[in-house]
């Protein structure tokens, strides 16, 4: 038989007091395993929950970075166009000013015309002479009274000489074009012979100024262009004998070149 050791009293209390300690480190140790559980739940929630937030923040910033960068490609696309255009207004506006150049300087050359013009033929103007500019042009208008007789095509002495003061005008300015337009008045043409009407007799007289002008004072007839308007461009159309005597006449039309001008315009 085996011999039992009777425990002290002493050594009974330790090893009590000893289970009572472990199991009070258990109970507290249940109760942290309890918590860190807690925690841990809490923790994994919170993960998730920034988790989404992530993915709800990169959704829109992956939004954000595509809406910037169409946005960038529009504004590349506008700068762009605004460079480019503001490139074709310099060209547009350097263009504008060439030809406003020559216009100013057409308008010049044309007023300082008419000055030489109405100085040369001061004596012919109580006779129905007259110099304006209409449309950047010089019209040098002669009454038919002042060049022919009364249904001739044939210059008089008086014609001549206001057209030799003129060509000696025009024979000093080779930049000019020339063109001679005879009009008529809106009577019939009777009796004239080989001038069948007012279109015949407005291109002979027109041709007759012409001839005049070129074989007799020797402007260079490349310059000269004439034509007959017959009674179709009337100044005065009411008819009376006062406006019929207006409608009777040779204008000679200057218009300096355009060369300058048009090869611009065309490029």
Same mark, same amino acid.
């Given at each position: 038989?085996?011999?039992?050791?009777?425990?002290?009293?002493?050594?009974?209390?330790?090893?009590?007091?000893?289970?009572?300690?472990?199991?009070?480190?258990?109970?507290?140790?249940?109760?942290?395993?309890?918590?860190?559980?807690?925690?841990?739940?809490?923790?994994?929630?919170?993960?998730?929950?920034?988790?989404?937030?992530?993915?709800?923040?990169?959704?829109?910033? +992956? !939004? *954000?970075? &595509? /809406?910037?960068?169409?946005?960038?490609?529009?504004?590349?696309? #506008?700068?762009?166009? @605004?460079?480019?255009?503001?490139?074709?207004?310099?060209?547009?506006?350097?263009?504008?000013?060439?030809?406003?150049?020559?216009?100013?300087?057409?308008?010049?050359?044309? +007023? !300082? *015309?008419? &000055? /030489?013009?109405?100085?040369?033929?001061?004596?012919?103007?109580? #006779?129905?002479?007259? @110099?304006?500019?209409?449309?950047?042009?010089?019209?040098?208008?002669?009454?038919?009274?002042?060049?022919?007789?009364?249904?001739?095509?044939?210059?008089?002495?008086?014609?001549?000489?206001?057209?030799?003061?003129?060509?000696?005008?025009?024979?000093?300015?080779?930049?000019?074009?020339?063109? @001679?337009?005879?009009?008529?008045?809106?009577?019939?043409?009777?009796?004239?012979?080989?001038?069948?009407?007012?279109?015949?007799?407005?291109?002979?007289?027109?041709?007759?100024?012409?001839?005049?002008?070129?074989?007799?004072?020797?402007?260079?007839?490349?310059?000269?262009?004439?034509?007959?308007?017959?009674?179709?461009?009337?100044?005065?159309?009411?008819?009376?004998?006062?406006?019929?005597?207006?409608?009777?006449?040779?204008?000679?039309?200057?218009?300096?070149?355009?060369?300058?001008?048009?090869?611009?315009?065309?490029?």
């Amino acid at each position: 038989m085996h011999s039992c050791q009777v425990m002290s009293t002493k050594k009974y209390k330790g090893l009590l007091a000893t289970q009572d300690s472990l199991t009070n480190r258990a109970i507290n140790l249940e109760g942290l395993l309890s918590v860190l559980k807690l925690d841990s739940a809490r923790m994994h929630r919170e993960i998730a929950d920034l988790k989404s937030n992530l993915s709800s923040l990169n959704d829109r910033y +992956n !939004a *954000l970075d &595509e /809406k910037y960068n169409g946005l960038n490609s529009r504004y590349t696309a #506008s700068s762009s166009k @605004v460079s480019q255009l503001s490139t074709d207004l310099q060209k547009r506006e350097a263009r504008l000013k060439e030809v406003e150049d020559i216009l100013r300087k057409r308008d010049e050359a044309t +007023n !300082a *015309l008419k &000055e /030489k013009l109405q100085k040369a033929l001061l004596g012919f103007q109580q #006779s129905g002479l007259t @110099v304006d500019i209409r449309n950047g042009k010089v019209y040098v208008s002669l009454a038919d009274k002042l060049l022919f007789p009364s249904g001739s095509i044939v210059i008089d002495e008086k014609g001549k000489s206001a057209l030799k003061q003129l060509a000696a005008v025009l024979n000093k300015e080779p930049d000019i074009y020339i063109a @001679v337009e005879g009009h008529t008045d809106d009577k019939k043409v009777i009796n004239l012979g080989q001038i069948k009407d007012n279109w015949d007799l407005s291109v002979l007289r027109a041709t007759s100024v012409t001839r005049y002008l070129t074989e007799t004072e020797k402007v260079d007839p490349v310059r000269l262009t004439a034509t007959g308007k017959g009674q179709f461009q009337p100044i005065d159309p009411a008819g009376t004998p006062e406006a019929r005597a207006k409608n009777r006449r040779i204008e000679i039309v200057l218009s300096p070149r355009l060369d300058e001008l048009y090869n611009l315009i065309s490029k």
